[in-house]
Nanobody, 126 residues
């Protein structure tokens, strides 16, 4: 059973950086896609960045060039480096894993994914 635990959120000023971490377990030898989603107040959860089973990375358009997703298999940790943060990045951020999503994790309906970490709150003030 896949399990994830996210951390690293906080309150920052516009233009600053944060790095989120997500420790995972139980992925075994399955070809999981892993990634980050976010949900702002009053909005639907949206995919932010993902690493596909073959190692490729994908990003939602609004974070391209500012966010970088990476994974350290030795530490069983997924990261999201967020630079040049904007107030519109304010949201609860969640990590997720799914063994069937392949390269489509970011556009998969959140309710269909195999595992979620608890959220970590990112607040960006102007």
């Amino acid at each position: 059973e896949a399990r994830l635990m996210a951390s690293g959120g906080g309150s920052v000023q516009s233009g600053e950086s944060l790095r989120l971490s997500c420790i995972y377990s139980g992925l075994g030898d399955e070809r999981y896609a892993v990634g980050w989603f976010r949900q702002a107040p009053g909005k639907e959860r949206e995919g932010v960045a993902a690493i596909e089973p073959d190692g490729g990375a994908s990003y939602t358009e609004s974070v391209k060039g500012r966010f970088t997703i990476s994974k350290d298999n030795a530490k069983s940790t997924l990261y999201l480096q967020m630079n040049s943060l904007k107030p519109e990045d304010t949201a609860m951020y969640y990590c997720a894993a799914d063994k069937s999503a392949g390269r489509y994790l970011l556009i998969s309906p959140p309710g269909t994914l195999d595992a979620w970490g608890q959220g970590t709150l990112v607040t960006v003030s102007s």
